[in-house]
């Protein structure tokens, strides 16, 4: 698969619990009534069936008794939850297409720029603080043929063991695949002020951390209620990760073409 595949196939998670909660959102089960009388004919039930009616603007639903679901899993706080999972699985997506794209594109670019491959960054320079090399590495790297490809597993894995869930690691990746100032590139792209795609990805983020590590609840707070979450809310947020991440795999695609061709232009002048 390719990481745009990868991106995709994880987020579609997202999408669908977006798409759910629209169909399940209620204002109260309905279990009487005309329609239900009608229901109750048309499936053939007993009189004392219990059925219950999921109904709004786009979704009529009929759960019947053997289901087993009691009435309190479709209730509006119940539901929220899965808006807080849309949002869990959005990020889930972001970090595993950079990591993907990473994977995918370093050894590339590491074969052209060769010893001035590692950006000029501070915040990157941080970032990889702790990546270290045994003597074993050390020895390795001595061979030019499999140098190259050693130090970009090496990056992967460091990067993949640690943690790309903030807006600084597309900005990490970005860098590292050679895109100058990677967020004002996706801004660009998309014709949006960086700020207006940095914060709610940042927002995701951190709602995502809340809801894993916090069941999405306030523990500072005397009654530890969740946080109030909406689905126009988290719409925007799950939209937004979407639409950065197909923005940054195009700039990475057309990048990556320019590689190539700087490479096989280099091979044409000195036969290598």
């Keep these: 698969m390719t990481p745009k595949e990868v991106f995709q196939d994880s987020f579609r998670i997202a999408e669908l619990l977006l798409h759910l909660y629209r169909l399940l959102e209620n204002e109260g089960l309905v279990t009487e009534g005309d329609l239900v009388i009608r229901l109750r004919q048309l499936l053939n039930t007993a009189a004392d069936e219990q059925i219950q009616l999921v109904m709004n603007t786009l979704f009529l ?20 939850n899965l808006l807080r999972q849309a949002v869990v699985s959005g990020c889930t997506a972001y970090e595993t297409y950079l990591s993907a794209v990473l994977d995918k594109h370093i050894d590339l670019v590491i074969e052209l720029k060769q010893h001035d ?15 270290s090399f045994s003597i074993g590495d050390a020895f390795r790297l001595l061979s030019d043929k499999e140098r190259a490809v050693f130090l970009g597993r ?6 993949q063991s640690k943690n790309l869930g903030s807006p600084a690691g597309l900005k990490t990746v ?3 695949l050679g895109l100058e100032a990677p967020w004002d590139q996706v801004a660009e792209h998309l014709k949006r002020e960086r700020k207006d795609i940095t914060k709610p990805v940042a927002d995701a983020i951190a709602r995502r951390n809340a809801i894993v590590h916090r069941a999405d609840r306030d523990l500072a707070a005397g009654n530890m209620e969740k946080q109030q979450i909406g689905y126009a809310w988290t719409h925007q ?13 195009e700039l ?3 990048r990556m073409r320019h590689v190539r061709e700087e490479l096989e232009g280099r091979k044409q002048v000195t036969g290598v």
Excluded: M, W
Aim: aromatic content about 10%; some cysteine.
């Design 61 to 80: 639903g009929c759960i019947r008794e053997e289901a087993g679901v009691p009435a309190n899993v479709l209730r509006p706080q119940s539901l929220s």
């Design 117 to 131: 491959f590692f950006p000029n960054d501070n915040d990157v320079s941080t970032y990889f603080a702790d990546l």
């Design 154 to 159: 090496k990056i992967v894995k460091f990067v």
């Design 174 to 176: 970005g860098l590292l």
């Design 237 to 249: 947020a799950v939209d937004t990760i979407k639409h950065v991440c197909l923005a940054f795999d």
């Design 252 to 254: 990475v695609a057309d």
